[in-house]
């Protein structure tokens, strides 16, 4: 498959979404099946993607944007899994030319393929008027992956289960963020696995029979309903953190330059390497990428603020 542009010469649609920030992930143990319970607590922010599907003769992928290179273009990537999920529902081919325009960094815990993968249901769904309901889509979403249901919801959610069982939660203001991306990537099963490896070497043990069940942080829950920063700042918590550290230690560099540069707080995005930063205003916030920018610690620097919508429509609905 090729990285070129899509054909905007046929009838196309067009769907944004956000990328998102965990500002709580409680990991509980180890199950049987080898997932692990969550409590977290997604917000999404400003940082989005775009995808476009045109009528095509069949289904092909195409991507740009930084580390579009990194992206895959076959039936591996999660968007092409959605529009495959979306026509076998309904009975149809998935004839379709998927274009990913890329913003959210790429394996940075971002939830970037997650949020793709919600954009191409919603965008599949809108040019073949299949008319799905939400309750479906959801359900396409969660067969998909535990982070793609939020990614089509957008807000803030506590998502419980794997991550995949939403309630929407009230958010009473604006927060916002700093994120530095970092060179590479950090594979997700690859720092859960770590996770439950520390786990085990603390002499806490790693399985359900283990670690208490995760709960969300009341006083998390508070600071995202009244707005407050400075509440959220001291209640953020990311369970995956060590683990991220541990495997790629450079980030505590990154961590130290943004508290450094005045962040009211600083963690792990997920299951990284993205770190996140939350600030006062929007003025703290450039101030901060900036010096994040210049600190040699991470590749660049986004300032951005959430809530922002899960996936919308924006051409061709």
């Known amino acids: ?63 740009t944007g930084p580390d579009a290179d990194q992206v895959p273009l076959d039936e591996s990537n999660l968007a092409a899994r959605a529009a495959l999920a979306l026509a076998a529902r309904h009975g149809r081919e998935a004839n379709v030319h998927l274009h990913i325009a890329k913003d959210i960094p790429v394996a940075g815990g971002m939830a970037g393929g997650s949020a793709d993968a919600a954009a191409a249901l919603l965008a599949c769904d809108t040019l073949w008027g299949t008319g799905t309901s939400r309750d479906e889509l959801l359900t396409l979403c969660a067969e998909l992956g535990s982070d793609v249901p939020f990614s089509l919801v957008g807000g803030a959610a506590l998502g419980r289960g794997r991550g995949e069982l939403l309630e929407p939660l009230a958010v009473g203001g604006t927060f916002h963020w700093v994120f530095a991306v970092a060179d590479g990537g950090l594979s997700t099963p690859a720092v859960y696995k770590e996770c439950d490896r520390l786990r085990d070497a603390s002499g806490r043990g790693a399985t359900t029979a283990d670690i208490p069940d995760p709960e969300p942080s009341p006083a998390l829950l508070d600071a995202l309903r009244t707005g407050d920063a400075t509440a959220l700042a001291a209640a953020l918590e990311n369970d995956l953190q060590a683990a991220a550290l541990s495997l790629r230690p450079s980030l505590a560099a990154t961590l130290a330059a943004g508290t450094d540069a005045g962040a009211l707080a600083a963690l792990v995005s997920g299951s990284g390497p993205t ?43």
């Open 275 to 317: 770190t996140a930063f939350l600030v006062s205003d929007a003025e703290a916030a450039e101030r901060v990428a900036a010096a994040l920018r210049a600190s040699g610690t991470c590749r660049t620097a986004r300032a951005t603020a959430g809530p922002a919508p899960g996936a919308t429509v924006v051409t061709g609905g």
């Open 1 to 63: 498959m090729t990285r070129n542009a899509p054909d905007n010469a046929r009838e196309s649609v067009t769907v944004r979404v956000p990328a998102k920030v965990n500002v709580q992930l409680a990991v509980g143990g180890r199950r049987p099946d080898g997932f692990h319970d969550l409590a977290n607590v997604f917000l999404a922010v400003g940082l989005h993607d775009e995808v476009t599907v045109t009528p095509a003769d069949t289904l092909t992928l195409t991507c």
